[in-house]
């Protein structure tokens, strides 16, 4: 269940260029306690192609804390990018050369979380207040790593809500070679709103994140935000370079079932929810050989049938068995018994997925 290379990569100039350069379509988006290595593994049975991260680790954790816990993962999870917190450029620069180090294919700046325990830290949202300082941020990591570098933010802050502010973000970041900026297309309020209210009150502005890939056509945007479907993603695709899904990645998991075919229009087949839950088993029972608390692994599943008759009743079953001594693995077999056929062996038909030819391009390379 960990991952770790013996040693930095050591590739060709032209190599790191090509993976700096990666375009990746659709990835499912850091989310403080939800996407931790059991729901990654259990994404990955869903979707192989997808990008994933991991939750947002501080700088200060993983410079003092327990690297093995909090860097470690399985290879089925990649590819898989690690998301840091942090606004010391030499430490972030640090904590990206022991993510090149563990095998992770991305590092990610934090510049987006609106919390009070994060902007107390000086990191997260408020950071873009200091934009130049930002570009140290990155410039650093940059230096220290050959992994893409990149940066998850707002489309503004308080009192820095147009798009003008939103651009000179963008271009001062970019001068430090910033590899992808991922856009959540929502201002965060820092003061007055929790981070809950900070992911639904702002107003969608997708338009100001189309109008950056239009004014900096060089650099590579993905848009994020209140995204909740396969069909919105292709969308956005004609616009932007990539699209990162949150909340809808959690609550309804299923919904990455086709995303493969973002990727690969030859895809033949989507796995079904059997297919899905047999796969994960024998990682389960890993899991209970090692008396792991059942709430760690079973509370990412609960989303599995959304929009399904059973959903409720699925839901309810699962709840009853997240108890710290289950054996998750039993729970899962015998639920499975008492699910119809006709819903565990559906499987969803693959849609073509209609990306503007530079994705194409960048992806078939």
């Avoid at 430090?176 to 309020?189: E, G, M, P, T």
């Avoid at 087949?269 to 050989?289: F, H, K, M, S, W």
Wanted: net charge neutral.
């Amino acid at each position: 269940m960990q991952y770790q290379d013996n040693g930095a990569r050591h590739d060709s100039s032209d190599a790191v260029a090509q993976r700096r350069g990666e375009i990746w379509p659709l990835s499912v988006a850091p989310m403080m306690d939800r996407t931790d290595r059991h729901y990654r593994y259990f994404m990955r049975h869903i979707t192989r192609r997808t990008l994933l991260y991991t939750e947002m680790v501080t700088t200060g954790a993983i410079l003092h804390g327990d690297r093995d816990k909090l860097l470690s993962f399985d290879p089925l999870e990649k590819p898989l990018a690690l998301q840091l917190g942090g606004d010391d450029p030499a430490q972030l620069a640090s904590c990206a050369r022991l993510a090149e180090v563990w095998g992770y294919d991305e590092v990610n700046l934090n510049v987006g979380c609106p919390s009070d325990r994060v902007q107390n830290g000086r990191f997260g949202a408020c950071m873009m207040a200091r934009p130049s300082h930002v570009a140290a941020c990155v410039a650093a990591m940059r230096a220290a790593t050959t992994l893409p570098v990149t940066v998850k933010h707002r489309i503004g802050i308080d009192h820095l809500d147009r798009y003008e502010d939103l651009a000179h973000f963008v271009e001062t970041v970019a001068g430090a070679r910033c590899d992808r900026f991922s856009v959540h297309a929502r201002i965060a309020l820092l003061n007055g709103l929790s981070p809950k209210e900070n992911r639904t009150i702002p107003p969608l502005r997708y338009d100001d994140v189309y109008r950056l890939k239009t004014d900096f056509p060089t650099l590579t945007i993905e848009i994020n935000g209140g995204i909740t479907t396969l069909d919105q993603t292709r969308r956005h695709l004609h616009e932007v370079d990539g699209v990162m899904i949150g909340r809808a990645a959690y609550d309804n998991p299923y919904l990455f079932a086709t995303a493969d075919a973002l990727f690969d229009a030859q895809l033949s087949l989507a796995p079904t929810r059997r297919e899905v839950l047999n796969g994960i088993l024998p990682y389960l029972a890993q899991c209970d050989a090692q008396e792991l608390p059942a709430s760690r692994t079973l509370r990412h599943l609960l989303g599995l049938f959304a929009h399904q008759p059973v959903a409720k009743a699925w839901k309810r079953y699962l709840s009853r068995h997240i108890r710290p001594a289950v054996q998750t693995a039993g729970v899962i077999r015998e639920a499975m018994t008492q699910l119809p056929n006709t819903i565990l062996d559906a499987r969803p038909e693959l849609a073509v997925a209609h990306l503007h030819d530079t994705t194409i391009e960048a992806i078939t390379g």
